[in-house]
């Protein structure tokens, strides 16, 4: 593979996981107004942003994992290239 296509593989990928970091913020956000806008007990409020955190940590380890795992991709084909 050229560099120009590295490089397009590279910013393509960048800005789908942007993308997918604004969609979740969204979500989170939309998550949240459900939540103060009923009327739940304290309780019921803590278990679920209890969960909600539990879930938006574990998408951004799998995502850090996967940025991690594209960049030993890449610095183990310019290895194996040059």
Known sequence: MGDCEWRMIFWSNLVSFQWDLLA???????YEQEITGSQM????MWGKSR???WKLMR???FRIE????????VLLGSAWAS
């Open 51 to 53: 969960v909600l955190r």
């Open 59 to 61: 998408n951004l380890w």
């Open 66 to 73: 996967a940025i991690m795992t594209f960049f030993g991709i």
């Open 41 to 44: 007990d304290a309780d019921a």
């Open 24 to 30: 979740q913020r969204h979500q989170h956000r939309r």
